[in-house]
């Protein structure tokens, strides 16, 4: 934001540099970022255009004769197209120093010019302008311009979030007060109304929903006559970087840096029915604001409207229709108070962020400073535009908001800065910042909050203020430190970790990427998910939370393949978004995620490399799950396995409520991102694990008896998986200790739709040594139950 400093000194009498000002205000905990002085060098005087003819070496050029007082005239060759006969203009002779420039006598084109007719640019009264500064007809021929226009500085100061009060001329005037213990002045000016008119007869206004608008105000100036702004207005609006546009619009901008409140100007006579309702849209969802672009709205947006149409986006922007033009003689100024959450909420939502949104947001003053507001604008389009007030105002506030009250204990003040303030140098504090205090007690101040200190909540907020006031130099520096900086690791922190390890020690990176992705991907690779959009997104790419972590990972993967990175293996712990039941949130879920691409073991001076394929993922799955303590998964086919994957996939579950799936990545998916390569992906929902505290590893002794192995070749349907085999050998007996499949053949012998898998089982008991006998037969029910339950036959 920025600030004239002779602005400032309309509200404080401030004696101080302005180098020592901002100094003061970073101290307070108001940073100023910069300080750009305005100074007119000397030589630069009031001159007056005689004649302007074109230059004959140069179609944009011109050369006017130019009177800098007296009998003297001087030829000036200007660029400028707005440079006129007549007009009056800034003038820097011949020896005028703009820092390293000098202006000197020389020819353009074969012309001679004595001088430079300047812009506001170039006289650092303006961030950019269109041609050379027209001054008023009353500014004396051949005087420094330095007469009439003063030293003065531009203060950008950046303002946090919670300092909306300083976002205005007085609100940043408050705060120098305090650091030099001067008093505000009341720079509010009051109009004159006419008596024979009263607004409550004039309009009718109606507001719905008091707690979304609190307090709303108006009053009506009629017989203006719109015409420029005076040039000290618009000097000081361009300097606070808002352009000038008529008197009526420049005062209201002028209202909102002086008192940091917002206003709007309606032209009185487009009202329909001259009545003004302040609602929710309801079934209005299409509303044209002022800069022609048709904003679809929600419901719960809240609308200015007339008798028949809406006419304003509430703390937002006017509408199209009821704007203030070159006809316009009665005009109707609102100053509201509207509930800050609502209009940040609508802000965001369309995109729309506005000065006047910047500042509703972050909370105006709903007391004495929306009158103080109304009534200076009110006074100032009397003074500029020749309009008479109609007497009364309007002032709806049919539930006051009260001010707050918090009690600030002096020791906990002592306990948070370490440092003793007493009491009574507290309440000097406090009181300065206009916080009415009562000292109740030994050890509580009793403090009344203002209602333009949105920030102030609580008593920590008031420990802050006397921190601030006490000086944040002042209070030593703490040599050791009163709390534990140590934090134990939670629970889901130390999962984590267990599963970083685990794939980090496989040979995999861990990367993060974004939630964000786009409408395409994520219907790519989870069409059947309800994804949540976004209501303003960035760019198209992000314009969606994402339901599966496989578009970040394949994108990852795309990127390295581009730069010739091959062999990638890369695992993310994130997050994945669906809508949920509830309207207002989403459904969250935490997800382990895993992509290989290339070749898992590359080639080296004693070994080939090793393709990646299906069952190296599940290797690593199952060695992720043992280090995890989780249990062993279970792999199963599905006929579902959606359009990420290729066939070549498997549905997981496992203890701990974990799901999951992997498998190959489809062609088409692999198209759709422009890879070539094959690739495998797997992700495991990790929610439940990642909470449930694990169990401590338990000692269990080495068996004392020896195992004995017998290997069963089973011909089966080619649809039947080893897993069910395997769980079903090892469900028919407890003396069955393991399982394992190594072998799988498939030819003519065998018949189509037919494949043999050969088991290698181990058995063994904690008891005793098993004989044959005993091992025989359950080898017998292994083989009856097989082709009795599944048609699994021990082949020949």
Same mark, same amino acid.
């Given at each position: 934001?920025?600030?004239?400093?002779?602005?400032?000194? !309309?509200? *404080?009498?401030?004696?101080?540099?302005?180098? #020592?000002?901002? $100094?003061? @205000?970073?101290?307070? %905990?108001?940073?100023? =970022?910069?300080?750009?002085?305005?100074?007119?060098?000397?030589?630069?005087?009031?001159?007056?255009?005689?004649?302007?003819?074109?230059?004959?070496?140069?179609?944009?050029?011109?050369?006017?004769?130019?009177?800098?007082?007296?009998?003297?005239?001087?030829?000036?060759?200007?660029?400028?197209?707005?440079?006129?006969?007549?007009?009056?203009?800034?003038?820097?002779?011949?020896?005028?120093?703009?820092?390293?420039?000098?202006?000197?006598?020389?020819?353009?084109?074969?012309?001679?010019?004595?001088?430079?007719?300047?812009?506001?640019?170039?006289?650092?009264?303006?961030?950019?302008?269109?041609?050379?500064?027209?001054?008023?007809?009353?500014?004396?021929?051949?005087?420094?311009?330095?007469?009439?226009?003063?030293? !003065?500085? *531009?203060?950008?100061?950046?303002?946090?979030? #919670?300092?909306? $009060?300083? @976002?205005?001329?007085? %609100?940043?005037?408050? =705060?120098?007060?305090?650091?030099?213990?001067?008093?505000?002045?009341?720079?509010?000016?009051?109009?004159?109304?006419?008596?024979?008119?009263?607004?409550?007869?004039?309009?009718?206004?109606?507001?719905?929903?008091?707690?979304?608008?609190?307090?709303?105000?108006?009053?009506?100036?009629?017989?203006?006559?719109?015409?420029?702004?005076?040039?000290?207005?618009?000097?000081?609006?361009?300097?606070?970087?808002?352009?000038?546009?008529?008197?009526?619009?420049?005062?209201?901008?002028?209202?909102?840096?002086?008192?940091?409140?917002?206003?709007?100007?309606?032209?009185?006579?487009?009202?329909?029915?001259?009545?003004?309702?302040?609602?929710?849209?309801?079934?209005?969802?299409?509303?044209?604001?002022?800069?022609?672009?048709?904003?679809?709205?929600?419901?719960?947006?809240?609308?200015?409207?007339?008798?028949?149409?809406?006419?304003?986006?509430?703390?937002?922007?006017?509408?199209?229709?009821?704007?203030?033009?070159?006809?316009?003689?009665?005009?109707?100024?609102?100053?509201?108070?509207?509930?800050?959450?609502?209009?940040?909420?609508?802000?965001?939502?369309?995109?729309?962020?506005?000065?006047?949104?910047?500042?509703?947001?972050?909370?105006?003053?709903?007391?004495?400073?929306?009158?103080?507001?109304?009534?200076?604008?009110?006074?100032?389009?009397?003074?500029?535009?020749?309009?008479?007030?109609?007497?009364?105002?309007?002032?709806?506030?049919?539930?006051?908001?009260?001010?707050?009250?918090?009690?600030?204990?002096?020791?906990?003040?002592?306990?948070?800065?370490?440092?003793?303030?007493?009491?009574?140098?507290?309440?000097?504090?406090?009181?300065?910042?206009?916080?009415?205090?009562?000292?109740?007690?030994?050890?509580?101040?009793?403090?009344?909050?203002?209602?333009?200190?949105?920030?102030?909540?609580?008593?920590?907020?008031?420990?802050?203020?006397?921190?601030?006031?006490?000086?944040?130099?002042?209070?030593?520096?703490?040599?050791?430190?009163?709390?534990?900086?140590?934090?134990?690791?939670?629970?889901?922190?130390?999962?984590?970790?267990?599963?970083?390890?685990?794939?980090?020690?496989?040979?995999?990176?861990?990367?993060?990427?974004?939630?964000?992705?786009?409408?395409?991907?994520?219907?790519?690779?989870?069409?059947?998910?309800?994804?949540?959009?976004?209501?303003?997104?960035?760019?198209?790419?992000?314009?969606?939370?994402?339901?599966?972590?496989?578009?970040?990972?394949?994108?990852?993967?795309?990127?390295?393949?581009?730069?010739?990175?091959?062999?990638?293996?890369?695992?993310?712990?994130?997050?994945?978004?669906?809508?949920?039941?509830?309207?207002?949130?989403?459904?969250?879920?935490?997800?382990?995620?895993?992509?290989?691409?290339?070749?898992?073991?590359?080639?080296?001076?004693?070994?080939?490399?090793?393709?990646?394929?299906?069952?190296?993922?599940?290797?690593?799955?199952?060695?992720?799950?043992?280090?995890?303590?989780?249990?062993?998964?279970?792999?199963?086919?599905?006929?579902?396995?959606?359009?990420?994957?290729?066939?070549?996939?498997?549905?997981?579950?496992?203890?701990?409520?974990?799901?999951?799936?992997?498998?190959?990545?489809?062609?088409?998916?692999?198209?759709?991102?422009?890879?070539?390569?094959?690739?495998?992906?797997?992700?495991?929902?990790?929610?439940?694990?990642?909470?449930?505290?694990?169990?401590?590893?338990?000692?269990?002794?080495?068996?004392?008896?020896?195992?004995?192995?017998?290997?069963?070749?089973?011909?089966?349907?080619?649809?039947?998986?080893?897993?069910?085999?395997?769980?079903?050998?090892?469900?028919?007996?407890?003396?069955?200790?393991?399982?394992?499949?190594?072998?799988?053949?498939?030819?003519?012998?065998?018949?189509?739709?037919?494949?043999?898998?050969?088991?290698?089982?181990?058995?063994?008991?904690?008891?005793?040594?098993?004989?044959?006998?005993?091992?025989?037969?359950?080898?017998?029910?292994?083989?009856?139950?097989?082709?009795?339950?599944?048609?699994?036959?021990?082949?020949?």
């Amino acid at each position: 934001m920025k600030i004239l400093y002779s602005w400032l000194k !309309d509200f *404080v009498d401030v004696k101080a540099s302005v180098e #020592d000002t901002a $100094d003061a @205000l970073t101290r307070a %905990g108001i940073e100023v =970022e910069s300080i750009e002085k305005i100074t007119i060098p000397q030589g630069v005087t009031v001159a007056k255009v005689i004649a302007v003819k074109p230059h004959p070496n140069a179609d944009k050029l011109s050369l006017c004769e130019v009177s800098t007082g007296g009998q003297e005239v001087v030829q000036i060759v200007c660029g400028a197209p707005n440079v006129e006969e007549g007009m009056i203009g800034a003038l820097a002779t011949e020896g005028t120093s703009f820092g390293d420039f000098k202006i000197k006598k020389t020819k353009i084109r074969g012309e001679v010019s004595n001088g430079m007719l300047c812009s506001e640019q170039e006289l650092g009264l303006a961030e950019q302008s269109e041609g050379i500064m027209s001054l008023p007809p009353n500014y004396q021929i051949g005087k420094n311009l330095s007469d009439y226009i003063e030293e !003065d500085a *531009v203060i950008e100061i950046e303002i946090t979030p #919670d300092r909306g $009060d300083c @976002l205005s001329v007085r %609100g940043v005037a408050r =705060e120098v007060c305090t650091a030099f213990n001067l008093p505000l002045k009341n720079g509010a000016k009051r109009p004159s109304e006419n008596e024979s008119r009263t607004i409550d007869s004039a309009i009718n206004i109606t507001i719905e929903d008091p707690s979304r608008n609190p307090r709303y105000l108006g009053r009506i100036v009629r017989n203006v006559t719109i015409a420029p702004s005076p040039e000290w207005m618009k000097r000081r609006l361009t300097l606070a970087g808002i352009r000038p546009i008529n008197n009526i619009v420049d005062i209201t901008n002028y209202i909102l840096i002086e008192y940091g409140q917002p206003m709007h100007a309606f032209d009185y006579d487009k009202i329909e029915d001259q009545k003004i309702t302040v609602r929710t849209a309801g079934s209005d969802t299409d509303f044209t604001t002022l800069d022609g672009v048709q904003r679809k709205l929600l419901e719960n947006d809240l609308l200015i409207c007339d008798g028949k149409r809406a006419v304003a986006l509430a703390g937002i922007m006017g509408g199209a229709g009821s704007e203030i033009s070159q006809k316009t003689t009665n005009v109707f100024l609102e100053c509201a108070f509207f509930e800050p959450i609502g209009v940040r909420k609508t802000s965001k939502r369309l995109g729309l962020s506005t000065d006047s949104s910047y500042r509703f947001e972050r909370g105006v003053d709903p007391a004495e400073g929306l009158v103080d507001a109304l009534d200076t604008a009110a006074a100032l389009i009397q003074e500029l535009s020749g309009g008479t007030v109609d007497a009364g105002r309007i002032d709806i506030y049919p539930q006051p908001i009260k001010e707050k009250q918090i009690t600030l204990r002096p020791s906990r003040v002592k306990r948070i800065l370490g440092v003793e303030v007493k009491a009574e140098q507290i309440v000097t504090y406090l009181s300065s910042l206009q916080m009415g205090c009562v000292t109740e007690g030994k050890d509580s101040i009793q403090c009344t909050v203002p209602l333009f200190r949105h920030d102030i909540t609580q008593e920590i907020d008031l420990v802050e203020e006397v921190g601030r006031l006490y000086g944040y130099d002042n209070i030593d520096v703490a040599q050791v430190a009163p709390v534990s900086l140590v934090r134990p690791e939670s629970i889901v922190e130390r999962k984590r970790d267990m599963a970083r390890f685990s794939l980090t020690y496989s040979g995999f990176n861990e990367i993060i990427t974004n939630s964000m992705t786009g409408e395409k991907k994520n219907h790519r690779t989870a069409p059947d998910k309800n994804p949540v959009s976004l209501l303003n997104p960035l760019n198209p790419d992000m314009a969606q939370m994402r339901t599966t972590m496989a578009p970040s990972l394949i994108e990852t993967v795309g990127y390295n393949l581009n730069r010739k990175n091959r062999g990638n293996k890369f695992f993310e712990i994130g997050r994945v978004f669906e809508k949920s039941l509830t309207p207002t949130l989403a459904e969250e879920r935490d997800i382990l995620a895993i992509i290989i691409e290339g070749d898992f073991w590359r080639h080296s001076w004693n070994s080939a490399p090793r393709q990646s394929d299906f069952f190296i993922l599940k290797g690593v799955l199952e060695n992720f799950s043992a280090h995890c303590k989780i249990g062993a998964l279970t792999f199963s086919t599905s006929e579902q396995s959606g359009p990420l994957y290729g066939g070549e996939s498997a549905l997981i579950t496992g203890d701990y409520g974990i799901t999951g799936s992997a498998g190959k990545v489809s062609k088409e998916v692999c198209s759709f991102f422009e890879i070539k390569s094959p690739l495998y992906y797997a992700q495991l929902d990790i929610t439940q694990w990642l909470t449930k505290r694990a169990d401590l590893p338990g000692y269990k002794p080495l068996p004392k008896y020896p195992s004995l192995e017998r290997d069963f070749c089973f011909v089966m349907p080619e649809e039947l998986s080893s897993t069910v085999i395997g769980q079903q050998i090892s469900s028919i007996s407890p003396l069955v200790k393991n399982v394992m499949p190594f072998d799988v053949y498939r030819g003519e012998k065998l018949g189509n739709g037919s494949k043999s898998i050969t088991f290698s089982v181990s058995f063994q008991s904690q008891e005793k040594t098993l004989s044959d006998k005993e091992v025989e037969r359950i080898c017998k029910k292994i083989i009856s139950t097989m082709e009795v339950r599944h048609g699994a036959v021990l082949r020949d």
